[in-house]
């Protein structure tokens, strides 16, 4: 089978899909922690692999930027190939000091103002939490990783670029941490087919203290969230 954006046969895609934004760090996973790849995706570009990981088979497969491009992969990804589990991995800009670069953030829920839920089925709501399965696999392994995990609520935002950037009210009336702009059409589309998401963050720039990664490091240097990511699905 396949969709208009997914060109693989439905056994290629596994239960478990772990979603990079960029393609690039879904090769960079794949060359540097599966082993026997097999390509399942080139599509306009929108790379995905399958490949093993430490004897479990895990799909590792990109979403490309922002709530529309993530609405697409992912609902495709659970309405036609049965995935049963994404963990969303990516970047985001801290909104408060309780966050500083390179840290790791767990979502525990995602705000939006995003008309993605309300075009998608009518759903007004502008929160939607992870799910909490997913999360705790997530939260118990990187104990025993040893990693310092934090976990809190992010903004979701449609814009990257905003001439007057509001994040500072948003971080007080909706208590976010840092912004993304995947997670909310990710976790609406997990409730409305009753799937599983969560999504792991590193904090690659802080809109507190302009403190900033270059692209190098956002595409190689998060091996930290990988590593959680792929020790976390071997228990999904």
Avoid: W
Wanted: charged share 25%; with cysteine; aromatic share 8%.
């Amino acid at each position: 089978m396949s969709t208009p954006h997914i060109e693989s046969e439905a056994f290629d895609i596994m239960e478990t899909v772990i979603m990079p934004g960029d393609p690039l760090r879904s090769k960079y996973i794949a060359d540097n922690y599966l082993e026997d790849v097999k390509v399942v995706n080139t599509v306009r570009n929108m790379l995905g692999f399958t490949g093993v990981y430490k004897g479990k088979k895990i799909t590792i497969f990109a979403s490309g930027m922002g709530n529309a491009s993530m609405g697409i992969y992912s609902y495709e990804l659970y309405k036609y190939y049965n995935v049963k589990n994404i963990i969303r991995i990516g970047t985001s800009g801290a909104y408060s000091r309780k966050l500083d670069v390179m840290d790791l953030l767990l979502v525990e829920d995602t705000y939006s103002a995003s008309s993605y839920a309300k075009e998608q089925n009518g759903d007004t709501k502008t929160i939607i939490d992870a799910d909490s399965l997913l999360n705790e696999i997530i939260i118990d392994t990187s104990k025993k990783l040893g990693q310092d995990l934090k976990v809190g609520r992010v903004h979701c935002s449609d814009t990257l670029y905003k001439e007057n950037d509001n994040y500072k009210e948003i971080n007080n009336e909706y208590g976010c941490l840092a912004g993304e702009m995947e997670t909310f059409a990710l976790f609406h589309n997990a409730k409305v087919l009753k799937k599983r998401a969560a999504c792991i963050l590193t904090i690659s720039n802080s809109l507190v203290t302009s403190v900033e990664t270059d692209s190098k490091v956002r595409e190689k240097g998060l091996d930290s969230m990988i590593k959680l990511a792929l020790e976390s699905a071997l228990r999904m």
